[in-house]
């Protein structure tokens, strides 16, 4: 771990499941309800860098989260991201986007294009529940 990353020692996630290999914590942005963070538990900052069976379980992590949102939120898109430009830290982004969110069809990222509609957030418990049934144990009590 590295002590000056801000993945390897986060202030206060919100944290909805967990294993060994990653964590996926819900990312506080009104602006994206149901935006998720997996990211991996150790300080890699290359997919290609894990072995491939970890690559493996952080992808159907990945997956697990697109598939929960999905059905908890019908979006009209899912995008996933891992960029760690900024923070080379191995994390994907899984993001629930709307036709009338503030940025569509961009990026979350790009300037606003208008006033967003904001959709209504899944609620954590209701999340991480999902995730249990997709994935298995782990992450904060029921």
Known sequence: MATDCELCKPPGEDLLWQDEYCR????????????????????????????PSVRQRVMHTVYAVESALRALMQPD?????????????????????FRGDSHFPD???????REGAVAPSPSAIELAARLRRELGPGGPPA
């Open 24 to 51: 996926v914590v819900a990312v506080a942005d009104t602006r994206f309800p149901g935006f998720c963070r997996v990211i991996l538990q150790s300080h890699v900052s290359e997919m290609t860098d894990l072995d």
């Open 107 to 113: 990026p979350v990222w790009a300037p606003a294009r």
């Open 77 to 97: 898109k899912i995008n996933l991201a891992s960029l760690g430009n900024i923070v080379p830290h191995l994390h994907w982004h899984v993001i629930p986007r």
